[in-house]
């Protein structure tokens, strides 16, 4: 097993790490665009009227995690059968979801709409049409679920990259078209994207069909697979919840006590944001499915390694990344937008710590998830995090400024993950604090400020922005790699990347 698994990670984390470098120039470009072409004020109104919809994307997020686990699971164990049956059941879970978002968002969602959101009286016919296009779009993401998890569970990860490139390219395309549309932009661009979840719905479907046994329809007669899903997707749920509150409950926060300008802003970080978590997502996404077997075939040596790697690579990716974005993001948001304000700088380096320190529950989750014991994990976890939501109103009432929302974010997330960490210890009594502390915490401290430090002093020896900003996305990556191969890597991981590049040479 540890000899061919590390070589079908390596290949599918390049294949992810390859499907987000283009969909994150595609987007960023189309965030460009798309400021351009519906201004400020409409960018900001679209990005909080999708926020009311985005509210509820948790719980098809939790199906989208339920469903992978158990076909993980099941595909560790070779039990063919309940293959079958978790693909049929979740195909009715999703049916039955959709018409309960359709429900609520129809009822509560449009009063909520109507009556509390700050938006001028001559756009909210076209807010009223983006709203319903936001949540058909979000219903056609919801049925998708069963057939891309199947790809994904299978890690047919060449599949999922085309699939979701082609999906940024049509968004691109919608963008691209607005400035040629007859109609309102806003609307024009909301049906755009609705014409575009239908069609990636019926790729994955159709390829999930064609492609794997289990993704044809059939009778449940296992009732009990439902409580599984229920009792796995009730905690998860309540842990997306408290995600989903701190940035979208939070964007509706800023729209109430600031108005579009600041909501266009934190929109503008949540893009960064976007593109962070989707690398982190191509690392996990590509170690999920190989945790999660470990677990089932009870391969515990090995759960551990992908474990202790999955934190390292994870975390080092985020932090070269992400310490020259933070060092250069005035010229970065020049060069991308034309036109900024400082709250969008401040808003921007702040959502790249918040969301590296996000990152690093994954590998923890991951291990919680196959083991099944998710219940008192998110309830005493995501307590933590639900706090940042009154905590950010209650300091907005005392008349603290707008960055306050993202420092309520990243202190909440950084007091979680320790308790996600003590959770792990007493599920799993062979995780160890101390070895996590001296092994991954403490190096990874050491690294990032050295890194940060040098760093720093590079971008303050070059006056030149142009060079400046060449010397220092080239300098800080390989700085960190060395710091990271020297000081933060096992004998094990070592000898992963050296075959991994003699590999690449081969």
């Not at 679209?46 to 158990?70: K, P, Y």
């Not at 036109?339 to 969301?355: A, G, N, P, W």
Request: aromatic share 14%; with cysteine; charged share 15%.
């Amino acid at each position: 097993m540890e000899n061919r698994q590390p070589k079908k990670i390596a290949k599918n984390t390049l294949l992810l790490f390859m499907r987000m470098f283009v969909l994150m120039l595609i987007n960023l470009y189309a965030v460009r665009l798309l400021l351009s072409a519906l201004g400020e004020e409409d960018y900001g109104i679209f990005n909080v009227v999708a926020g009311v919809v985005t509210m509820l994307s948790c719980m098809g997020t939790v199906l989208a995690l339920a469903t992978q686990r158990f076909y993980s699971d099941a595909d560790g164990k070779k039990d063919y059968k309940r293959l079958k049956e978790i693909f049929s059941a979740s195909i009715n879970l999703n049916i039955g979801l959709s018409f309960i978002i359709l429900i609520v968002f129809e009822t509560i969602g449009l009063w909520f709409l109507n009556v509390h959101l700050n938006i001028p009286d001559d756009r909210m016919f076209a807010v009223q049409c983006i709203y319903q296009f936001s949540i058909f779009t979000f219903i056609c993401s919801i049925l998708q679920i069963p057939y891309m998890s199947a790809v994904i569970a299978h890690e047919h990860m060449g599949i999922y990259t085309i699939i979701s490139t082609v999906e940024c390219l049509l968004r691109l395309i919608v963008v691209c078209l607005i400035a040629y549309a007859s109609i309102d932009g806003l609307i024009f661009y909301g049906g755009g994207l609705f014409l575009v979840s239908i069609l990636i719905f019926l790729t994955y479907a159709i390829t999930a069909n064609r492609k794997y046994a289990e993704c044809h329809y059939q009778k449940v007669k296992n009732k009990s697979l439902y409580k599984e899903f229920t009792a796995f997707s009730g905690w998860t749920l309540f842990g997306s919840v408290a995600s989903i509150g701190m940035v979208q409950g939070n964007t509706i926060l800023l729209n109430l006590f600031f108005g579009p300008i600041t909501n266009a802003a934190f929109a503008i970080a949540l893009q960064i944001n976007n593109a962070f978590a989707a690398l982190c997502n191509s690392v996990v996404m590509a170690l999920r499915p190989a945790m999660i077997r470990s677990y089932a075939s009870n391969d515990r040596d090995y759960l551990q390694k992908l474990f202790n790697t999955s934190n390292k690579f994870l975390f080092f990716i985020l932090i070269a990344i992400g310490v020259p974005l933070i060092s250069e993001m005035y010229d970065i948001l020049n060069i991308w937008l034309g036109d900024f304000s400082e709250e969008m700088v401040l808003f921007s380096r702040m959502i790249i710590v918040y969301v590296i320190i996000l990152a690093m529950h994954n590998p923890i989750t991951i291990i919680m998830h196959a083991s099944g014991k998710v219940k008192y994990y998110h309830l005493i976890s995501e307590s933590v995090m639900i706090v940042c939501f009154p905590l950010s109103l209650i300091l907005f009432l005392f008349g603290m400024p707008s960055y306050t929302v993202l420092v309520c974010m990243i202190s909440v997330c950084a007091l979680a993950h320790v308790v996600r960490m003590f959770c792990l210890k007493y599920y799993q009594t062979d995780f160890s604090i101390r070895r996590y502390l001296l092994s991954f915490v403490i190096p990874s401290i050491v690294i990032t400020i050295l890194t940060c430090g040098l760093t720093y002093l590079v971008h303050e020896s070059i006056d030149n922005p142009l060079p400046r900003f060449i010397v220092v996305f080239i300098f800080c990556p390989i700085l960190l790699s060395i710091l990271m191969y020297c000081l933060g890597l096992s004998s094990f991981e070592k000898s992963i990347i050296k075959k991994t590049i003699h590999h690449v040479i081969k």
